[in-house]
Each structure stands twice: as structure tokens, then as C-alpha cells.
């Protein structure tokens, strides 16, 4: 497995605050697929995708990107990149056509090749009928797809697409995941963040949770269901008391009933005994939320959630 993106020791200390947005990152991306960022505001998403991006320089550590160091080789990087940030601002005196064309042109494509897939990615994000719109004139969502169509319309090997799918209608969310999809299919690298963990299980091979600049979790949505202490969630209806709960794992109340998240052994007995009394009971592995809500969600008490003033 080559790695698109290799992340040594990476770190980043902003300069003004003195913020750790990365705190020696060791992190690598295959080639050729969708990877998923996740993690809560300011775990350091963005700084990551800047630095692979070639925007922003780290302060510690190495990172290489397609085989190029991203200090000192940024020139051989950027040609083979497209990114869409998460604060995005195109062009407001272009349609979105000239907008998608324009860009493919810059990025040296010849005019058959640059009109032909301008007008595919239209169709795929259903923008055809917006083509001859000023971008000043579209809506908040669709300014955002018409920066998306932008990076996957082009001929970029590696696609970083900081929040693609934020202030989007579901329709439109899934017009972007199909159009992910292909990419992934025509062999590119997608480094996604995305704060909707479906997408990002939807979508991801791989995924990597960042909290407070570190990586807390980083494989396969099966292989971090492993990691996690409490990898079954058995929803139960009705009869049973708290107090009968609490031996079988983590215990809380929701609507009509509870939810404990307990390991393999103690949820299949849960949900025997659970069956025995009559009770509606459902049995699954836990969710990437769940996931979340179990590494990042129990500190919220008790530490910081960033690394400030590091
Ligand atoms: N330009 C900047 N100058 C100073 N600090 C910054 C800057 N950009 C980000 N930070 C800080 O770095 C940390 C990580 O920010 P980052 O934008 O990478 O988070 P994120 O994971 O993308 O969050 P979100 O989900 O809100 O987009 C935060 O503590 C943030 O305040
Ligand atoms: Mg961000």
C-alpha cells in the first residue's frame, strides 16, 4: 500500500495565541481512496488539510505528500492537488460554469477535455440549470457545490475537501457523495473532514479521529469499533430498572427505555436475558458516533478540549 500522505511527528503551533493546533501527528494515508477526518471543533482538521495542502507550514515534524516533502517541495506537490477549504469564497463575477471551466483551463487542461467534464460535473451535482448563473447570485449551499464541482471536475490525484457536504439539503449531500464515490473509483485519494459521521462511515476506507491535535483513533470504521472498550449498543424497551442494567456496561436513559453499551459477552446476555422478560431489545455494534461520544465525549468534564497555550 503506497501512502498519498505521510505524517511524521507533524506539528503546528500557531503563532498568534500560541494555539498547538497538531501535536506530533503520526499519521498515513494510502493512495487511492477516501480517508475521513473526524473529531470535534478545533481537534486540528483544518490545520492538517492546510499543511498537506501546501497552505500552511508546520513548525515540527515531517510530512510528505505524493513522495514530496511539503516544506521543501511544495512546487512538485501543488499541480497534482485541488483543494475545497472549509471557508471557500469563489469568484463572485463568474458563472458557475466559467467558475468550474476557468479553473480547469488554469490547471493547463485543454478546452475539449476542460468542456466535457465542466459539463459532467454539472449534471452530477445538478447544477445545469444554475450553469449561467453569477456565482454573487447563488445560495449559500449552492456556492458550496459549485466549489466542490470545481476540485472533482479536475484532473487532481489527491483531493482534499475540508466539510464538502456543510449547509447542504440531504438531496445535495448525496449528489456529493456519489461524486466522491467516482473519484474514488477512477483511483483518486479524497482526504475528507466532514462533521456527519454516516458520511464519514459512508464514505471513509479509513478514518482518523483527531482531538485536542493528537490522533486518538485511526484504522477501518471495523477495525475502531475494536479499539473502543464498549463495542456493542443493546437498546431495551420497558421492564428493566437502571440498577438491572448497570452490571451488563454503561447504562443511559433514553426515550421509552435505555441504552448500555457493553462488550460482546455482556450484550449477547443482556439481550437473552432482555428477550426472556418480554422486552423490546436490539442488539448492533456501536455506531462511529458512538465511537466518538465514548473517546471524546466522557472528557468533557474533565480537561480542555484543545491543547492551548502548549
Ligand atoms: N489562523 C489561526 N491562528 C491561530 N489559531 C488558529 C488558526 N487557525 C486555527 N487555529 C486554532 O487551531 C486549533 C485547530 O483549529 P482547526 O481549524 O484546525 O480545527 P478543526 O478541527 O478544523 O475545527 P472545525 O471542526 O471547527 O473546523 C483551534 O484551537 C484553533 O483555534
Ligand atoms: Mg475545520
Known sequence: MTAAIVARRLSKVYPR????????????????????????NGAGKTTFVRVAATQLLPTGGTMS???HDV?????????????????????????????????????????????????????????????HRLVSRLSGGMRRRAMVAMVLASDAELLFLDEPTTGLDPIARREVWAAIRRAQREKRTVLLTTHYLDEAEALSARLALLDGGRVRLEGTPAELRQRVRLPYRVSVEGVFTR????????????NGGHLVFAQERDARELAMAALGRGARVAMAPVTLEDIFLQVVGRRLDDEPAAAEGA
Open 17 to 40: 495565541g500560541r494555539i498547538s493546533a497538531l501535536l506530533e501527528v503520526d499519521l498515513e494515508i494510502p493512495q487511492g481512496d477516501v480517508f475521513g477526518l473526524i473529531g470535534r
Open 65 to 67: 505528500v505524493l513522495g
Open 71 to 131: 516544506v521543501d517541495e511544495a512546487d512538485r506537490i501543488r499541480p497534482r492537488i485541488a483543494a475545497v477549504p472549509q471557508e471557500s469564497r469563489p469568484l463572485y463575477f463568474l458563472t458557475v460554469d466559467q467558475l468550474v471551466y476557468l479553473y480547469l483551463r488554469l490547471r493547463g487542461l485543454e478546452r475539449a477535455d476542460a468542456r466535457e467534464r465542466t459539463d459532467r460535473v454539472l449534471a452530477e451535482l445538478d447544477l445545469t440549470a444554475l450553469a
Open 243 to 254: 440498577g438491572e442494567l448497570e452490571p451488563y456496561g454503561e447504562v443511559s436513559d433514553v
